[in-house]
Structures are given as structure tokens and as C-alpha cells.
């Protein structure tokens, strides 16, 4: 089943870019990867998703490596109000069909 | 159009009762996925319906079930609580299901006794 690995927490300066790697190593050629996030007291936000190519909204960012085997969400010019849990998701097996396990994320933390 | 709204917002219960949780989709969206949140474990997939039928489900025991109606709104049930069933319960609804973007409610909070 593919899993994710992500930091448990990172900092980031108002207005620079912030980086929020995540590692896959096992997934499968045809499963997407999501990116959600969670402002504390709220429920999830997507981000953006993608397969093989680097994705771009309005948002974020999204560099997949060639081999897949891990990714990149950057947000450009990270803001106070970006300060949120971030996750990465990939489709997992279950008893039944398929999950999206969130995980414990990555922690980022804006600072004026 | 009006966001996924969870109802109720708060509950407490003690250890052996039962309790169920309802979610009301976006409208038009017939895909609903159910989530437990918890600060040990994370954000765990519980199960997801679409068009009255569960189509996933995650790795969590048959005390946990779900349902959803004709209108896509859906019921979480748990019975026989346990401590460790406190948690936050989640729930969102998307078009087509888990691979298009969810969108979440604000979360039932549950406390067992």
C-alpha cells in the first residue's frame, strides 16, 4: 500500500515560498497525489492534486519527480493565514475498497 | 450554495452508549466520506457512500456504520462507545467520490465518558 512521509512541523517567513516535501516511495503509477490542508478549528481545504506532471492553481504548486516517488507543495508567498496543517494523501488499500488516510501532516508555521 | 453542514456540533456520551451523526452534502453532490480525527492517530478514513450504496471503507471495526439516503445526506452510527472513540468526526462530500476534492464539514466533536 502507498504510504506518505512527511516532516511534522516547518517554519516559514512571511512572503517567502514554502516548501513542504512529502516522500511516496511506493506508490503505484496510476495513483494521484492530493494535498489538503487544515487550518486549526476548521475541517480540510484541497489544495491540489496530480499524476505525473507538475500541477499550478491558484493556490500552489505541485513538482512530482520523474520517478514519483516523491513530491513538493510550495506555496509562493507564504502568508500569516497559511499557517495550517498540511497533508499528503495517496490511495491506500483497505478491508473495503480504498481510503484516503490523512495522516498527522506537516505542521507549518508562518511567522511575521 | 450552502457549504456541508454536520450535525450536532457537540456531543457527549458515556462508554456503552450509542450515538449517530448526521451529515448533509453540497448540493448535488452525491459522493459522502466519514473521517475520525483524533491528536494520536491523525485524520483516519472511516467510509464513503455514494448513491445510497458504501462503496469504501476504511480499516475501522463494525461497531462504525454509515448509511445515506436518497436525498445523499448520511448517518454515521457508533454503538457500544469506548474512551478511545472520542474524537472529532468529519464528514465531506464531493461530485464523484474520493479522487475528485472533498469538501469538508465543520466536524462533530465527540467526547465519550
Known amino acids: 500500500d502507498a504510504k506518505t512521509t512527511q516532516p511534522p512541523s516547518m517554519d516559514c517567513a512571511e512572503g517567502r515560498a514554502a516548501n513542504l516535501p512529502c516522500n511516496h516511495s511506493t506508490i503505484s503509477g496510476n495513483e494521484y497525489v492530493y494535498w489538503y490542508r487544515q487550518i486549526h478549528s476548521q475541517g480540510p481545504q484541497y489544495i491540489i492534486h496530480g499524476l505525473k506532471n507538475n500541477e499550478t492553481n491558484e493556490m500552489a504548486s505541485l513538482i512530482i519527480t520523474e520517478d514519483r516517488k516523491s513530491s513538493t507543495l510550495i506555496l509562493p508567498h507564504a502568508t500569516l493565514r497559511d499557517t495550517a496543517v498540511y497533508y499528503c494523501?495517496?490511495?491506500?488499500?483497505?478491508?473495503?475498497?480504498?481510503?484516503?488516510?490523512f495522516g498527522k501532516g506537516t505542521s507549518l508555521l508562518v511567522t511575521p | 450554495k450552502a457549504g456541508v453542514t454536520q450535525t450536532p456540533r457537540y456531543l457527549i456520551k458515556t462508554r456503552g452508549q450509542q450515538v449517530t451523526l448526521s451529515c448533509s452534502p453540497i448540493s448535488g453532490h452525491r459522493s459522502v466520506s466519514w473521517y475520525q480525527q483524533t491528536p494520536g492517530q491523525g485524520l483516519q478514513f472511516l467510509f464513503e457512500?455514494?448513491?445510497?450504496?458504501?462503496?469504501n471503507k476504511g480499516n475501522f471495526p463494525g461497531r462504525f456504520s454509515g448509511r445515506q439516503f436518497s436525498n445523499s445526506r448520511s448517518e454515521m452510527n457508533v454503538s457500544t462507545l469506548e474512551l478511545g472513540d472520542s474524537a472529532l468526526y468529519l464528514c465531506?462530500?464531493?461530485?464523484?467520490?474520493?479522487?475528485?476534492?472533498?469538501?469538508f464539514g465543520p466536524g462533530t466533536r465527540l467526547t465519550v465518558l
Open positions: 465531506a462530500s464531493s461530485l464523484g467520490g474520493l479522487y475528485n476534492e472533498q469538501f
Open positions: 494523501i495517496v490511495r491506500v488499500a483497505s478491508n473495503s475498497g480504498y481510503a484516503l488516510n
Open positions: 457512500y455514494f448513491s445510497e450504496t458504501q462503496r
